[in-house]
């Protein structure tokens, strides 16, 4: 049993004229405010918009909003993730080594800096302002699980999900300026995680690995939080149901199977302590979804040959 309170903050910005610097300030307070707000439902992980301190800004404004990390922005956010003690994904536009990045920076509990990850797949108009594109997924280890960055245009390139997935990826967060809509739920569906976006409008989402919303953000409702667990796998229907009674008749409630029958999949969630899903695999010889597909796909070549 691996459970997390999971929250993300919807936000456009905090308007108001003046400066460059001052809306930046301007933003920065407000999100910082939301993010206060956030922690009252104690959340182990919040994540804020994509580049929330440039939001609303020109172009030329919004790349005039990079800074570094430790910056202005990663430090305060730090010291609220150390005070109220939870993970924070802190977006924004990164200076590194001489070069501009959209990033995504995890801060610990600690309000120790984790890393950063910069957005592989820059949309044209950004990558014309002067943002580099950055390289490779980044999953980092939490102390409930490990999460996995995606930013707003990433999600239109499938190799960015299929590297999180390989990295181990259990749950993703996507920084948005869009909401994603259903790719939300083809991404968290088709690689068997949890995905949490945190988009500047109305419709955040955190949805579970069977690619099912558990809860959207709204007008009147900017700040979403859902309990989730990441002691789960993802498994075909086929040769897997027959050992629900079993499962069940051990473990009753410990054990929670999630079925999604139209697809044919099903997703076990393991509330017990001292066993994890992978035990529950090995007691009852149950065969993971893409472990199906793998066995399926040679059964088929051997049949050709």
């Not at 003046?18 to 407000?30: C, D, V």
Request: net charge negative.
């Amino acid at each position: 049993m691996r459970k997390a309170r999971v929250s993300t903050i919807s936000f456009a910005g905090a308007g108001g004229s003046g400066s460059t610097e001052e809306k930046i300030e301007m933003n920065r307070k407000a999100a910082l405010e939301l993010l206060e707000t956030a922690s009252l439902d104690k959340p182990d992980i919040v994540c804020l918009p994509e580049t929330f301190t440039g939001l609303g800004l020109e172009l030329k404004e919004w790349i005039r909003s990079a800074e570094p990390v430790p910056g202005p922005t990663t430090e305060a956010v730090s010291k609220l993730a150390k005070e109220r003690k939870m993970y924070v994904v802190c977006p924004i536009i990164e200076k590194s080594g001489g070069k501009t990045y959209n990033s995504a920076v995890l801060v610990g509990r600690d309000g120790e800096v984790l890393g950063s990850y910069h957005k592989i797949h820059p949309t044209i108009g950004e990558i014309e302002a002067g943002i580099t594109p950055g390289n490779m997924p980044k999953v980092f280890e939490t102390d409930f699980g490990r999460v996995g960055l995606a930013i707003c245009f990433d999600l239109n390139f499938r190799g960015v999900a299929e590297g999180l997935k390989e990295e181990g990826a259990e749950l993703v967060f996507f920084p948005s300026m869009y909401p994603g809509g259903l790719q939300l739920s083809i991404w968290a569906h088709d690689m068997s995680f949890f995905v949490a976006s945190a988009f500047t409008g109305n419709g955040s989402a955190i949805v579970d690995p069977l690619g099912r919303t558990l809860v959207t953000s709204s007008g009147c409702m900017k700040i979403i939080s859902r309990p989730i667990n990441l002691d789960f796998g993802v498994f075909h229907i086929d040769y897997n149901c027959e050992r629900w009674p079993a499962i069940k008749g051990k473990y009753g409630p410990g054990v929670e199977i999630d079925v999604a029958e139209p697809e044919g999949v099903f997703a076990l969630y393991c509330n017990l302590e001292g066993k994890t899903v992978e035990d529950l695999i090995e007691e009852f010889k149950l065969e993971r979804r893409d472990e199906y597909f793998k066995r399926a796909e040679g059964v088929r070549e051997k049949a050709l040959r």
